[in-house]
């Protein structure tokens, strides 16, 4: 090792890295994991199955299946006559600093992981003279945590154990309608119903003296909320859309029990709570275009921004500081149609490609994903089948965070 | 044909619009109802002769003061009467209007900093007379330290005896931040019915400061209940540094009574006083000139006084065995619960860098550390329930009653005595409001 490298090593690494920890704020509150914060991303905008997956997400501009309705509901009317589509997935997200891990009580030097297999899309969609109906349930956020576990060994016997777990989920119900106007124009509308809950759960369990302290809340979320879509055929080849969110109340039924429990002494003692909360959503809106290059190639480009300043929290009775800016997510995608005969049987295989970028809200860290998306499918009369997969990279947080999805769709179009 | 499908583009974008505006207004929050507080007044009466011609929302009675429920104009007509009251809505959630839906918090009936800031300020309102906040700094995430002096003349600096009540260093022992609050209530809402109060806080200054480390308490409410130490991210990743052992006497004495390891429960930071919480303690103490402190911790239900770094004796050590004794018979006497009492470091344990050796040390003053019930792990260790919060307070107030007087009586006049008030020389001087 040269004398510069040794001199950088010794003493210049450890200098900058005390001088970013001493920089640092300290954190109570952690932005990119709340505890209500969605797993991967804070910015959710409907949801994407395989195929809007492997073209980036851009579904407020092109759809495959009734999911649609979620995210741009004019595009429903596009749809053949009757769609039916479900859809699964499996992500995988890593995170660093989350409730009690890295922020002083539990300390993993690894980023750690959470996995989630879902069914999270099922959705049909029906034409009916110019009008095309939906109906679609989607799971569009989920709130899970990588479990905590340590225990402390005396002796070759445990003594003290801590345990830190937390699940959640929030499904959307959506009805939608959607036609065309003239022969450039399609609208479409939706209401969309959300329930959802959250446990969070945090036990130390002394075992020596048989001490537990526990702390578990619970919440169920409730809201409602409309979206509005709206598909403009400018040129031959290029559409371009506009979609919305309201503003809505996720309101919020908490409950919080903690406990202290030492029968050897005689003592429980509880302090249990209820409130009803909320989190104030904020309004998002999006734009996009696609361009068909030829008959088998197309691009896509979306650009959705998500209102986070306004976005309000409280919390067992307290407004909770969330220092969030308002964002924004985009991206580009492309789709390449090939046809191909199999066992006597015309099929077409769509290749898909997208890049995209995707901010989150919250001022420090300044945080934003780099998202590489790929798909690919089958589709043979009536039926098709895609997979899409997403790899999205963080940056700004400092630990490199990465966010990994894959999903399945089966759709049905007559 | 071409004007027909013209008019549906219109109608359906017009359609599209209204849906638009519907869907904006229904996601709209609505007017909010005007605020209204429950408020308390005492019930004697001279108020109540005072309070009849106002005609205002009486609820009940409740321990000797009449709750009214109050609309803005309501206080404005309480303050033009002169009528001392003070703010209860926190506990009256569903009777409030305010807020309904609100329960409790999920601290229960201890305070949060958001809850405390309230209520001192609400207390403050209500008392203007005897009652002044004052924040003394800013924590490391920018929460307030607040204090609140409790003296006749309260704007006035005057040649009193001063005594500091301090609360919460460590953030998992909630009950100590409700006790230094109940006793700032107990002051104010008691100063004009009870003339033994009234001689007490005319006849000095009283500080207290019922939350030290805000950001460790909000941690410890919010996501794990046994947190200690305040939020300094230290360079090692881990966090934070346990305030009394940052205090500037005897700081870093040895490894026992603190540690260098800031993974540590009782990390005492990168040198004396390199917290903001205990610099902003620090600040006060320089301004002023206290006679006695009184810093709650817990628990063990004890009394401890210095030395905390050395088990060897102070020079004052009869004076401060004889206050201890004498307020742990006060407060035997209340709910029949025993506190020892002795040295920190001959009767618990060795700690450097605490807030009493600090005081002691540099400024001479008897300065006790109370550590409030329970006694053992086995008896709730840092759990109180909530309906303990009010018999460990009443048990307390005679000891902190009994510590004041001492001081005034024991208070020897280093300022000029010719009776006039010394104009206020705090602006400037780093406190704020």
């Known amino acids: ?414 | 044909m071409k004007s027909n499908l013209k008019l549906l583009n219109i109608n359906a974008l017009v359609l599209l619009f209204l849906a638009l505006a519907l869907g904006f207004l229904l996601a709209s929050p609505s007017v909010p109802p005007e605020k209204k507080d429950i408020v308390s007044v005492e019930k004697s009466p001279q108020i109540m002769a005072r309070l009849q011609p106002l005609a205002l929302d009486c609820l009940f009675e409740w321990e000797g003061r009449i709750y009214i429920l109050t609309a803005t104009s309501d206080l404005e007509a309480l303050d033009q009467s002169g009528i001392p009251y003070t703010i209860e809505s926190h506990k009256f959630p569903a009777l409030s209007g305010e807020k309904a839906t609100v329960q409790s918090g999920i601290n229960g009936d201890y305070h949060s900093y958001a809850e405390l800031e309230s209520d001192l300020e609400a207390l403050a309102r209500a008392h203007p007379q005897i009652a002044r906040l004052f924040t003394l700094g800013l924590s490391l995430e920018g929460r307030k330290i607040t204090a609140v002096k409790i003296s006749d003349n309260v704007d006035f600096d005057e040649p009193e005896s001063e005594v500091l009540f301090l609360g919460c260093h460590h953030a998992r022992e909630w009950i100590s931040v409700e006790i230094p609050f109940l006793l700032a209530k107990h002051l104010l809402e008691n100063y004009t019915s009870n003339s033994a109060i009234r001689a007490a806080v005319d006849q000095s200054e009283i500080w207290i400061v019922p939350l030290v480390n805000p950001d460790g308490l909000e941690y410890s409410i919010r996501y794990y209940r046994y947190w200690r130490k305040n939020r300094r991210l230290n360079t090692d990743g881990s966090f934070g540094v346990d305030l009394n052992r940052n205090y500037g006497y005897g700081w870093a004495y040895d490894d026992k009574g603190s540690s260098p390891i800031p993974a540590s429960e009782i990390y005492r930071g990168t040198a004396a006083f390199s917290e903001p919480e205990t610099r902003a303690v620090q600040n006060l103490f320089v301004e002023r000139e206290f006679q006695a402190l009184v810093s709650y911790h817990s628990y063990s239900q004890i009394i401890l006084y210095p030395w905390g770094y050395t088990t060897d004796p102070t020079d004052k050590d009869s004076l401060h065995e004889l206050l201890a004794a004498e307020m742990s018979a006060l407060m035997q006497e209340v709910n029949g619960r025993v506190y020892a009492f002795g040295s920190a470091a001959g009767s618990l344990y060795l700690t450097n860098g605490d807030t009493t050796d600090w005081a002691f040390g540099t400024a001479g003053i008897p300065a006790f550390t109370i550590e409030l019930p329970p006694v053992d792990q086995l008896g709730g260790g840092f759990f109180n329930a909530e309906r303990d919060i009010m018999p460990i307070f009443r048990e307390n107030l005679p000891a902190a009653l009994y510590l004041i007087n001492w001081s005034i009586s024991n208070f020897r006049v280093s300022k000029p005595t010719s009776g006039e008030k010394i104009v206020d020389k705090r602006p400037g001087s780093g406190l704020r409001n």
């Not at chain 1, 959300?194 to 537990?212: A, M, P, Y």
């Not at chain 1, 970028?357 to 589709?379: E, N």
Request: aromatic share 12%; proline share 3%.
């Open chain 1, 1 to 414: 090792m040269s004398r510069t490298a040794l001199l950088i090593r010794c003493f210049l690494v450890p200098a900058i890295l005390i001088a970013v920890a001493l920089s640092s704020p300290a954190q109570l509150v952690m932005g990119q994991y709340e505890d209500e914060a969605p797993l991967r991303t804070w910015n959710t905008f409907g949801l994407a199955t395989a195929a809007s997956t492997g073209r980036g997400e851009t579904n407020l501009i092109q759809t495959d299946d009734s999911s649609a309705a979620l995210a741009n509901p004019a595009l429903l009317a596009g749809l053949p006559g009757f769609t039916v589509s479900l859809s699964g997935s499996y992500s995988r997200s890593s995170l660093f600093r989350y409730s009690i891990v890295n922020t002083g009580v539990l300390v993993s030097k690894k980023n750690l992981g959470v996995g989630l297999f879902a069914l999270d899309f099922a959705g049909v969609s029906y034409r009916f003279r110019e009008w095309t109906f939906a109906l679609t349930a989607a799971l569009t956020e989920a709130y899970d945590r990588p479990q905590a576990y340590a225990e402390s060994i005396s002796q070759g016997v445990p003594d003290y154990a801590i345990l830190f777990e937390q699940s959640g989920f929030l499904r959307t119900v959506n009805l939608a309608v959607a036609r065309g106007v003239g022969s450039r124009f399609q609208v479409g509308i939706g209401v969309n119903f959300v329930r959802g809950e959250l446990e969070r759960r945090v036990v130390d369990e002394s075992f020596n003296d048989d001490i537990t302290i526990s702390h578990q809340v619970n919440q169920t979320f409730s809201g409602v909320f409309f979206n509005f879509g709206l598909l403009a055929h400018i040129r031959d080849h290029l559409d371009l859309a506009f979609a919305l969110r309201t503003p809505y109340e996720k309101k919020a039924r908490s409950r919080s029990e903690l406990r202290y429990l030492a029968p050897q002494g005689g003592t429980d003692i509880l302090i249990d709570a209820g409130s009803d909360d909320l989190y104030r959503q904020p309004w998002a809106a999006g734009v996009g275009a696609r361009y068909e290059v030829s008959a088998r190639f197309r691009l896509f480009g979306s650009l959705t921004y998500f209102r986070w300043s306004g976005y309000k929290v409280e919390y067992f009775g307290e407004e909770e500081t969330r220092d969030f800016g308002s964002t924004f997510k985009t991206a580009v995608g492309g789709e390449w149609s090939f046809g191909a005969r199999i066992f006597n049987n015309d099929i077409i295989l769509p290749l898909r490609l997208g890049l995209g970028y995707d901010r989150q809200p919250m001022r420090t860290p300044r945080s934003a994903y780099v998202i590489f998306s790929a798909g690919t499918g089958v589709h043979w009369r009536a039926i098709t089948f895609d997979i899409g997969s997403q790899i999205g990279r963080e940056s700004g947080s400092g630990r490199n965070l990465d966010a990994k999805r894959v999903c399945v769709s089966l759709g049905f179009k007559k």
